[in-house]
């Protein structure tokens, strides 16, 4: 396919897939932080539910479980804002690189994936209808796990690096 020059993604041409490449961490980056930023959504849904519907003569926040469940929620949800952030600044260092991307992008949507589940949970059947957000959100959040490479192949990304130190190499 002829390309003009000046629609060429750099100075070189047939560089394209190696440009692509390595803006790879840069795409997970961005997914991580759409994580973090569903859960947090997802989160506050669950937490105005839960005080305003009422089920055995209790707001359903006056349940234990809703408490532990939204305490450990809102836990895990920290953990994974500290986490991007701190991917967020080598990526301002320009030293974001392909293992701390892929780490980020993994633990962050799987855990995106469980809050969201388990906010929809306190829903109970409207979780499952679409006029409420928290079940909009569910299939966008399922897919974060597969795309920009799936969940899988980060670890296997992250797993190459084992290779790098000296006790986990092959003995000739
Ligand atoms: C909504 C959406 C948007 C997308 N946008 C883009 C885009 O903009 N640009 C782009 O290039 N691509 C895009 N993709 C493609 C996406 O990156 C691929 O779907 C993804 O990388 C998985 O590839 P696959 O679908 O071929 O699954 P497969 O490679 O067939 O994988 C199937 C399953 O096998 C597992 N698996 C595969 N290989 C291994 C292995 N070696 N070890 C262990 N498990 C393994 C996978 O983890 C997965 O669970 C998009 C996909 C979707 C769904």
């Known amino acids: 396919m002829k390309v003009p020059a000046d629609s060429l993604s750099g100075p070189e041409t047939g560089q394209g897939p190696i440009r692509l490449m390595q803006k790879l961490p840069q795409e997970r980056l961005n997914t991580a932080a759409q994580g973090v930023a569903i859960m947090e959504k997802n989160r506050h849904h669950a937490i105005k539910y839960v005080k305003e519907r009422r089920a055995f003569g209790k707001r359903i926040i006056d349940f234990q479980n809703t ?12 953990i994974a804002k500290t986490f991007t952030y701190d991917f967020a600044k080598r990526h301002l260092q320009g030293a974001l690189d392909t293992v701390n991307a892929s780490m980020a992008k993994y ?8 809050i969201n589940d388990r906010c929809l949970q306190f ?3 409207y979780g499952f209808m679409n006029e409420y957000p928290v079940a909009r959100h569910w299939c966008p959040s399922r897919v974060q796990r597969i795309y920009g ?9 992250i797993a190459r690096s084992l290779w790098k130190f000296k006790a986990f190499r092959r003995q000739p």
């Open 67 to 78: 408490r532990f469940e939204l305490a450990e929620c809102k836990t895990v949800a920290r």
């Open 123 to 125: 829903f109970g059947g």
């Open 107 to 114: 633990w962050v949507t799987d855990m995106e994936c469980q």
């Open 149 to 157: 490479g799936t969940n899988e192949i980060m670890k296997m990304m």
